[in-house]
């Protein structure tokens, strides 16, 4: 790769401008790069991010471009596809986006890219298996935002139930993003505590768990009721994963990743937490889960795998 570090965006939308606006903050890039199938509001897009250059400590350079950009850049980020309207499920979308995306994933491979894919497109578990079926790359080079929101958003509501810094709650979102994502509680610490027992000792409802997982997976429905879209939080956890990944910082992140066998499934994407590095996902780590969590695991496989082989045949066409 090269040592500028070059990043592309597909899709100009809210949730992809929210990413770059973000980017364009805390620095850290060095060429941007908007592609859109409107090309006048990829140009309008850079500009405007261009002109607030002279106000903002970055150097970043910010042009719109075509799939050819790919080639030589480090990251190829896809927010491009159809929104999510009020009242529909993330699954909804999947055959329509499914042939935007691997649309989009024929380009970016005949573009001789080589770098590392990061899918923000919903549903995002199945369109990060489309781009990685599509464009036959190392399962490494794919990542897909997965729980990663879901992930921020509870750490976000814990910490405001127990009056503890996010950053001192170490917590994970599993499975799809979507309904049948689930909270390992076992897993979730507050410091060096487990929640459960932090709770416990400071004689707090352990009921309110539920309230808050659920406030978790109705969040997105909730915001899209009062304001038609999501995208700033999906933008600085875009920011956060891209960052991480330059930086080969080693970040546990909970992303959409492929499943070699981990948590006993395999050939499909689901948000569980990875070591990220300069090479993309360098490890899946597996979390121990009791009966339970593990129930809820293969409940969420189960719907993510009948949804792919619905769409196996469009892949493969």
Same mark, same amino acid.
């Given at each position: ?36 199938? @409107? ?17 903002? %400590?970055?150097?970043m350079? $910010?042009?719109?471009?075509?799939y050819?950009d790919?080639?030589?850049?480090d990251i ?12 529909q499920?993330r ?8 042939k935007?995306?691997?649309? $989009?994933a024929l ?5 001789g %890219? ?10 995002? @578990? ?9 464009? @036959?790359i190392?399962?490494?080079?794919v990542?897909?935002?997965?729980t990663l929101? =879901?992930?921020?958003r509870?750490? %976000?509501?814990?910490?405001e ?6 950053? &001192? ?6 499975g ?6 689930f909270?390992?509680w076992?897993?979730t ?13 400071k004689?707090? &409802? ?8 659920e @406030?978790?997976?109705?969040a ?15 933008g ?9 990944? %330059?930086?080969?910082? !080693?970040k ?11 948590y006993? !499934? =395999?050939?499909?994407?689901m948000?569980?937490p990875?070591v $990220? ?8 780590i ?5 009966d339970?969590d593990?129930?809820?695991f293969?409940?969420?496989y189960?719907?993510?795998?009948a ?11």
């Amino acid at each position: 790769m090269d040592e500028k570090r070059k990043v592309v965006l597909i899709g100009t939308g809210m949730v992809g401008m929210s990413m770059a606006y973000s980017l364009l903050n805390t620095g850290g890039i060095d060429e941007l790069v908007l592609v859109d199938i @409107d090309d006048e509001k990829a140009k309008g897009e850079a500009m405007d991010l261009s002109h607030g250059l002279p106000y903002n %400590f970055s150097k970043m350079k $910010i042009y719109n471009g075509t799939y050819a950009d790919c080639k030589n850049s480090d990251i190829v980020v896809i927010c491009a596809g159809a929104n999510q309207k009020e009242g529909q499920t993330r699954l909804e979308l999947t055959m329509i986006n499914t042939k935007i995306i691997k649309d $989009i994933a024929l380009k970016i491979k005949e573009s001789g %890219f080589s770098g590392i894919v990061i899918v923000a497109s919903n549903p995002v @578990d199945i369109l990060s298996y489309v781009v990685y079926k599509v464009m @036959d790359i190392d399962k490494s080079k794919v990542i897909g935002t997965g729980t990663l929101l =879901d992930t921020a958003r509870m750490r %976000f509501l814990l910490s405001e139930y127990l009056q503890v810094s996010s950053d &001192d709650i170490e917590a994970y979102v599993l499975g799809e993003h979507g309904d049948s994502s689930f909270i390992s509680w076992m897993n979730t610490y507050v410091g060096c505590k487990s929640v459960v027992e932090y709770i416990d000792e400071k004689n707090l &409802d352990m009921n309110d768990l539920n309230d808050i997982y659920e @406030d978790v997976k109705n969040a997105a429905y909730e915001i899209i009721e009062r304001k038609k879209a999501t995208y700033y939080g999906i933008g600085l956890a875009l920011n956060k994963l891209i960052q991480s990944i %330059f930086n080969d910082s !080693h970040k546990i992140l909970c992303v959409s990743a492929y499943l070699d066998h981990e948590y006993n !499934h =395999d050939d499909i994407y689901m948000g569980v937490p990875c070591v $990220i590095n300069r090479e993309g996902v360098k490890e899946v780590i597996q979390i121990p889960l009791n009966d339970m969590d593990q129930n809820k695991f293969d409940k969420s496989y189960s719907i993510l795998k009948a949804i792919k082989l619905d769409i196996k045949k469009e892949i493969s066409k």
